[in-house]
């Protein structure tokens, strides 16, 4: 089992930045694959960022490249989100998750999930 944390969101402007951690523990963190997603009301959970098990490959969606960076510390346990210039249509509750093999961006086999943290941007 991987227990996932999420901490750092909250209410911000338009424009303003925020990071997002995601604490694991359990296994050895290192094994896994980890993935960020966002699910707006009345929405499905979307893949937002992933990052492999060594941190050296990143994916993200359209949708944020250039303004959202994922990275991991494996010493820590921890994986990050690095939101900038964020939008209103950003505001959604962000999950971290956690799975050993595939596609970083396919959603189905994310073996473990956080609860997830609520970020609100306003316009």
């Known amino acids: 089992q991987v227990q996932l944390v999420e901490s750092g969101g909250g209410l911000v402007q338009a424009g303003g930045s925020l990071r997002l951690s995601c604490a694991a523990s359990?296994?050895?963190?290192?094994?896994?694959?980890m993935g960020w997603f966002h699910q707006a009301p009345g929405k499905e959970r979307e893949f937002v960022a992933g990052?492999?098990?060594?941190?050296?490959?990143?994916y993200y969606a359209d949708s944020v490249k250039g303004r959202f960076t994922i990275s991991r510390d494996n010493a820590k346990n921890t994986v990050y989100l690095q939101m900038n210039s964020l939008k209103h249509e950003d505001t959604a509750v962000y999950y971290c998750?956690?799975?050993?093999?595939?596609?970083?961006?396919?959603?189905?086999?994310?073996?473990?999930w956080g609860q997830g943290t609520q970020v609100t941007v306003s316009s």
């Open positions: 990052i492999s098990r060594s941190g050296g490959f990143t």
């Open positions: 998750a956690a799975k050993r093999w595939g596609e970083l961006r396919v959603i189905n086999d994310y073996e473990y």
């Open positions: 359990g296994r050895t963190f290192s094994n896994y694959n």
